[in-house]
């Protein structure tokens, strides 16, 4: 389906904007962002003591409002799957046995994990702040899909989060600026229709229910950071936050190259960082094969998966995000291995849109020959987050064609392109001459959950936020900071 033949959605506000009142907007709008925290450092004029605002749209972008609650409501049974995938060895093992052969930073990841299950974890309770990232697909069935506006569309996973889930402070700042535009352009009246964004809120009370629970009072939350950090303020921000909602928990910051230098185990496992103890871990890094440039870094790793500190994410949890997993739950059959209602299990696999193997198999070989003859409807995954890794159109043909008798090929999935209804919209990013130009656009939500739990109870389960990333539709990759995304927040259509 070329974009010529995509469905619309309504505007939130009608667009084009006379051109004096957009001139007047676009300034004021770049001001409050820089003002108001929206903002990220510039990979291309690096400055630690400078920041620019963070690329985003001006309106905000319109978003089915019965697709949208259900993406909320089901983010609590999403919670639920991941965290028993994630404690169940026998599943990950099997699922990621063929990816670890052929994809050194997964099976480096395994080992650690081997390691601690073998040796007993030291800490059996996980923290996950998991962000379920999803599109509105306008293929689905007439049956299923929203009617709200004209085309039958329904929303489609993209992929679920277990690691550094960012934009838990950009979403609700987001959504903050676009209340902001909305009343300058006197359309106050609208304000009703953008959902309320706790994220950030909700995604540090999880970090410090974690802490209460470690029970030391004198304990510290550790973030495990890149060594340069462009996305300041969405880590920041939790840190102010965590500082504002209890006054006694303290964040110290450092990286994985530090850490290898400064942690230690006392006596208990406790994790010590200087002479501080460590209730809680959370990895804002360690997701990318960059990001362990020594051995060093693998054994700073493996030393805090070995610590009593509660870790978000642990071990299993990472893994438990790999797209290999995510691939072999679409399995029939898979679902229901972990939770037992069969209208949550259906409701679950509603979501899923089609994913394949690539094993070397009659199933792997047929994926990879219909994805040759049409690379345009799949799109190439490989174990990695972060953005600016998956291969799209008919790069998906190269690359297969390249792998097809390389045991290299399992280590990917292939995925259904998802086709999401466009929208017009004002894309503003620094530095930009086009920001006074309507482009076609396509957004992608994010759903916050928190839940915390061990292989046998869960304490806590909660579902607390959202973001929205938009994209100019002739774009494939919509990360913020890796791609050509922006920040957005959704508008609720009925």
């Not at 469905?7 to 007047?24: A, F, G, K, R």
């Not at 978003?63 to 919670?79: G, H, Y």
Request: charge should be negative; charged fraction near 25%; aromatic fraction near 8%.
């Amino acid at each position: 389906m070329n974009n010529g033949e995509r469905p619309t959605i309504p505007l939130c506000v009608s667009l084009p904007l006379p051109q004096n009142e957009l001139q007047e907007i676009i300034e004021k709008a770049k001001d409050w962002a820089l003002m108001h925290g929206t903002c990220m450092r510039s990979k291309e004029n690096f400055n630690r003591d400078a920041l620019q605002f963070a690329p985003f749209l001006l309106i905000p972008s319109s978003f089915p409002r019965e697709e949208f609650e259900r993406a909320c409501e089901i983010q609590l049974i999403l919670n639920q799957l991941m965290h028993r995938v994630a404690y169940n060895y026998e599943f990950l093992k099997e699922t990621l046995k063929e990816t670890i052969k052929v994809d050194t930073f997964t099976q480096k990841l395994f080992e650690i994990y081997e390691t601690v299950h073998n040796e007993g974890f030291t800490q059996k309770i996980s923290l996950g702040l998991l962000r379920s990232d999803l599109m509105l697909d306008t293929s689905c069935p007439e049956e299923f899909g929203c009617k709200s506006y004209g085309p039958y569309c329904c929303w489609k996973q993209v992929e679920i989060n277990t690691i550094a889930s960012g934009f838990g402070w950009l979403g609700p700042a987001a959504t903050n600026l676009h209340r902001y535009i909305l009343t300058e352009l006197n359309k106050s009246e609208k304000l009703k229709n953008l959902p309320d964004n706790n994220a950030l809120e909700g995604l540090c009370t999880g970090l410090i229910e974690a802490w209460k629970i470690y029970g030391d009072p004198k304990s510290v939350i550790l973030f495990v950071i890149e060594d340069v950090t462009y996305n300041i303020c969405d880590q920041r921000f939790h840190e102010f936050e965590i500082r504002r909602l209890n006054p006694n928990v303290r964040v110290i910051r450092r990286t994985l190259t530090q850490l290898a230098v400064e942690a230690s185990l006392g006596p208990n496992k406790e994790l010590i960082v200087g002479n501080r103890t460590v209730a809680v871990v959370y990895f804002r890094c360690g997701y990318e094969p960059d990001q362990y440039p020594t051995e060093k870094e693998w054994n700073a790793r493996l030393l805090i998966e070995r610590a009593l500190a509660i870790k978000c994410p642990s071990i299993q949890y990472h893994l438990a995000g790999a797209k290999k997993v995510q691939q072999a739950l679409a399995k029939p059959g898979a679902v229901a291995r972990f939770l037992k209602d069969e209208r949550t299990v259906k409701q679950v696999r509603g979501i899923f849109t089609g994913l394949y193997a690539l094993d070397f198999d009659e199933h792997g070989d047929r994926a990879i020959e219909v994805a040759i003859a049409d690379p345009e409807r799949f799109v190439l995954k490989p174990q990695r987050e972060g953005g600016g890794n998956n291969v799209y159109g008919l790069d998906v043909r190269k690359a297969l064609e390249s792998m097809k008798n390389k045991q290299e090929r399992t280590a990917w999935i292939l995925m259904d392109r998802i086709h999401p209804p466009l929208q017009k919209n004002y894309q503003i990013r620094p530095g930009s001459t086009t920001d006074s130009e309507l482009k076609e656009v396509v957004s992608e939500l994010g759903i916050f959950g928190v839940i915390i739990g061990d292989e046998k109870n869960i304490i806590s389960n909660t579902q607390v936020g959202h973001m929205l990333r938009t994209k100019l539709a002739s774009a494939d990759e919509g990360g913020v900071a890796s791609g050509l995304g922006a920040c957005d927040s959704p508008y609720l259509i009925d």
